[in-house]
């Protein structure tokens, strides 16, 4: 199984940024698993907002594509999003994902909460207006 810590949620203003970081460990290789950032909105599910894998595709969802960049660093192991043009509505409580290397395959790296088998704590992120 995976472990995943986040870190970087914090308050910001409206038009700022903030990087989150998500620190995935793991004994199976790093490169082994799709990753992927979820948020929850108070009374909401869960969704998937941006998914990375390990040949450099990502996805991302219609309301934060050009302000959201997922990305990560093999070598520390790690999973980030840098999160551009906040806007209050991004205010949640951001988690990571792995997904399980040996279950459902994908075309593209999926952002389904179903696909995804390990989850992080989560972060929160809160944008005043």
């Known amino acids: 199984r995976v472990q995943l810590v986040e870190s970087g949620g914090g308050s910001v203003q409206s038009g700022g940024s903030l990087r989150l970081s998500c620190v995935v460990t793991?004994?199976?290789?790093?490169?082994?698993?799709?990753l992927a950032w979820f948020r929850q909105l108070p009374g909401m599910r869960r969704e998937g907002i941006a998914a990375?894998?390990?040949?450099?595709?990502?996805t991302y969802e219609d309301s934060v594509k050009g302000r959201f960049t997922i990305s990560r660093d093999k070598s520390k192991k790690t999973l980030y999003l840098q999160m551009d043009r906040l806007k209050p509505e991004d205010t949640a409580i951001y988690y990571c994902?792995?997904?399980?290397?040996?279950?459902?395959?994908?075309?593209?790296?999926?952002?389904?909460?179903?696909?995804?088998?390990?989850w992080g704590q989560g972060t929160q992120v809160t944008v005043a207006s």
């Open positions: 994902a792995a997904d399980d290397p040996g279950g459902l395959g994908y075309t593209t790296p999926p952002l389904a909460e179903y696909h995804y088998r390990d």
């Open positions: 793991s004994e199976d290789d790093f490169n082994n698993y799709c």
């Open positions: 990375a894998d390990f040949d450099g595709r990502t």
